[in-house]
DNA sequence: CTAATAGTGTCTCTGAGACACTATTTG
DNA sequence: CAAATAGTGTCTCAGAGACACTATTAG
């Protein structure tokens, strides 16, 4: 690999890489995407890499320092490298996606709603784009696993279920259809959520190692 | 975005940014990657990023320069991040996937069987790794459209196109049932291939914009 | 009781996979 | 003709989606 058959790094000028974050949370039936204020205008987190760092530690630093957000996985979503792309130099960055309940935000973060899969806001540089691959890339995810970013918690009823994957997906679901394409990968415990006058509903977890089949996809992408 | 709130970047350390390539083939049914000798032993053609160059840039120039070999698309696999993975150094690479047909490879050029879905020998650096998630981005591809990267050409026989999915997927199917997989998304010439030995088959085109059912998936990932 | 939500039995109809048949070529 | 490969008609059975019914709570 790499050039030259030396064991010495070649002195070309390096670019800057950043790490920019999209964390996605669900609200008021909608997606939603964390941003932060910068001087040029409503953005996702970002910085740049610290030597010797490692991207989700960027990440992970980034959102703690500049949202107060504990996120427990990131995704890499594509690394944008447009040469213009910031008129401060050259800097490529890698796009992470993230997934975070909405309770769990503290006060104070501004979300920007997403409707049609973009950001109802235009974003500066290119992260309206790192969105718009972040939300297709949570929806892959969703499609193989049970909620595999825990939006929910470990114990959720079918409805909770169902009302959050209406939301990731765009779509609306029959309940016992959905009912019967996502029980083979849960685990009933015997215990049900509060009545909220009827029936209460059963709290379910998530198989270890299970995932949906491929006829789940087919129905959640309608 | 990106720290601070100045119009300067900051002069922190930067790493050397590299675009490895698993460019993958097909041959006497199997799968193979592109492998070149290096000082580090065998390993994916790999460059360091010039200023001001694209990554699919880079990774078109090693291709043609190291290998001799043209492709059409390069696909973005992951950011390889480790702090020690080469010890020149940091550096980040960004690892590619891009598939060629066997006969459009230059004579001389390296293959190296790809058995149970990883090299049959380890490459240096991490750059096994970056095989195993270029075969998995290839599948994925492939499940959702008839042979992408055109491994076959512009028309081909629904005969070469089942074994080309056998072969990418490491699976037997039955001639009709892929064929009613498929066929939705085939347009038929007219034309036939030359006989052998048989009925001659009909040559089919990739319909423009067609994608393969969700059900497709299944079939084909048994 | 009624209202409200949770969960399931069951019917229908599509369509995937299997099998066998027909079609078209070479020798 | 036989042999070989291409392509299709059709049968069966699983299962997805729809509908309606039962179950369990609150008031």
Redesign the pocket.
């Known amino acids: 690999m790499t050039e030259g058959a030396g064991t010495t790094l070649t002195d070309y000028p390096r670019p800057s890489v950043a790490v920019d974050v999209a964390v996605l949370t669900v609200h008021e039936s909608a997606l939603f995407v964390v941003t932060v204020d910068s001087p040029r205008g409503l953005a996702l987190p970002g910085t740049f890499l610290h030597p010797g760092e490692r991207l989700s530690d960027a990440a992970h630093r980034v959102l703690q320092s500049k949202a107060g957000i504990t996120a427990l996985q990131f995704h890499q979503i594509g690394m944008f490298d447009a040469p213009d792309r910031d008129d401060r130099g050259w800097v490529l960055s890698m796009a992470h996606g993230a997934a975070v309940p909405y309770g769990s935000l503290p006060i104070g973060v501004k979300v920007v709603r997403i409707e049609d899969d973009r950001p109802s806001q235009p974003l500066s540089f290119d992260h309206s784009d790192m969105v718009v691959l972040a939300v297709e890339d949570l929806r892959r995810r969703y499609a193989s696993n049970i909620d595999p970013s825990l939006l929910l918690g470990e114990e959720f009823?079918?409805?909770e279920l169902k009302q959050l994957y209406e939301v990731v997906f765009g779509n609306r679901f029959?309940?016992?259809?959905f009912?019967?394409?996502v029980s083979p990968a849960l685990d009933g415990t015997g215990a049900?959520s509060v009545?909220?006058?009827?029936?209460?509903?059963?709290l379910y977890r998530r198989k270890v190692g299970a995932v949906l089949?491929e006829?789940a996809s087919?129905?959640l992408r309608s």
Chains 1, 2 share one sequence.
Do not use: F, S, Y
Not at 174 to 177: A, G, I, L, N, Y
Not at 195 to 202: I, K, M, T, W
């Open positions: 009823t079918l409805l029959p309940k016992d259809t009912r019967r394409h049900t009545a909220a006058g009827g029936r209460p509903a059963e089949p006829t087919a129905l």
